[in-house]
Nanobody, 130 residues
Framework: QVQLVESGGGSVQTGRSLRLSCAAS????????MGWFRQAPGKEREVVSI????????????YYTDSVQGRFTLSQDRGTDTLYLQMSNLKSEDTAMYYC???????????????????WGQGTQVTVSS
């Protein structure tokens, strides 16, 4: 049974940083397509970042939506099957529930949407205030 568990959310002031974690069980990170999504109140869930977890020299890559490019950074620990999202210079518009997601297929594309992901965590809340 696949489980994704997010942690690391919290309330911070603008300009500060947070690191979100997504710990997987029953789901190896080898050659996987995973993503971070977020949903603000009254808004649709949107993609934040998508990663193909293969080594970069073997085709692995990362995608970030424009609004977080340069501020958010993905990393992964394959030893513990944990995906991280380092969020820096946070803005009030980053306030949302953040979800980790994984695909059952290794096919990965930056244009994937939430419907393309089979496995989801419960979410972790990020609140940014001035």
């Amino acid at each position: 049974q696949v489980q994704l568990v997010e942690s690391g959310g919290g309330s911070v002031q603008t300009g500060r940083s947070l690191r979100l974690s997504c710990a997987a069980s029953g789901y190896s990170f080898r050659n996987r397509c995973m993503g971070w999504f977020r949903q603000a109140p009254g808004k649709e869930r949107e993609v934040v970042s998508i990663v193909y977890t293969r080594d970069r020299d073997r085709g692995g890559w990362e995608y970030y939506t424009d609004s977080v490019q340069g501020r958010f950074t993905l990393s992964q620990d394959r030893g513990t099957d944990t995906l991280y999202l380092q969020m820096s210079n946070l803005k009030s518009e980053d306030t949302a529930m953040y979800y980790c997601a994984g695909r059952s297929s290794s096919y990965c594309h930056r244009g994937l949407t939430q419907g393309d992901f089979s496995y989801w965590g419960q979410g972790t809340q990020v609140t940014v205030s001035s």
